[in-house]
């Protein structure tokens, strides 16, 4: 399954509210969150048996920490194993799934229906505004409309 597939199925099984759902979001999943202090990743989902956790840099903004929540929930969906050896034996592979979650959670903070609603009117929002209205990074929200350029709403 695609990434924007994933993340549309997602949001209608459990609706979006706002930046702050994602925190919902990981409760409804059953996924523990914690902030640590990292110090070679912004991010890392954990597995130990049947709990799984997603781990961000405490020192992120809140932008940036539901960003990186987000892609590692795209990890979570598509992805299993160590993903840190996974790089290193298979560095081709390993960047198209880090390209499927970072998609995925493009999608799934900037869902598809409400972005079409903001931009699709006389005076469209700056890119700023659009941020700030889903609670991204201006970079995050750039890369966003880049796939709407190219795969269209």
Known sequence: ????????????????TGSDWIYELLE?????YF???LNRVSAM??????????????PSSSKKKREFIAHELGHFLF???????????????ASKDERKAQDFALYLLIPD?????????IDPPSIEDLADEFGVTVEFMK???????????
Request: proline content about 3%; charged content about 40%.
């Open 35 to 37: 902030e640590e202090r």
């Open 113 to 121: 229906e409400r972005l079409t609603r903001l931009i699709n009117v």
């Open 28 to 32: 409804y999943l059953g996924i523990y």
């Open 79 to 93: 992805h299993t194993g160590n993903m840190i050896l996974y790089k290193e034996r298979n560095p081709i592979e």
């Open 143 to 153: 890369e966003r409309l880049e796939l709407e350029k190219i795969y269209g709403g």
């Open 45 to 58: 989902i954990a597995r130990f048996k049947d709990k799984t956790a997603i781990i961000v840099d405490k």
């Open 1 to 16: 399954m695609r990434a924007r597939e994933r993340a549309n199925r997602l949001l209608e099984e459990y609706p979006y």
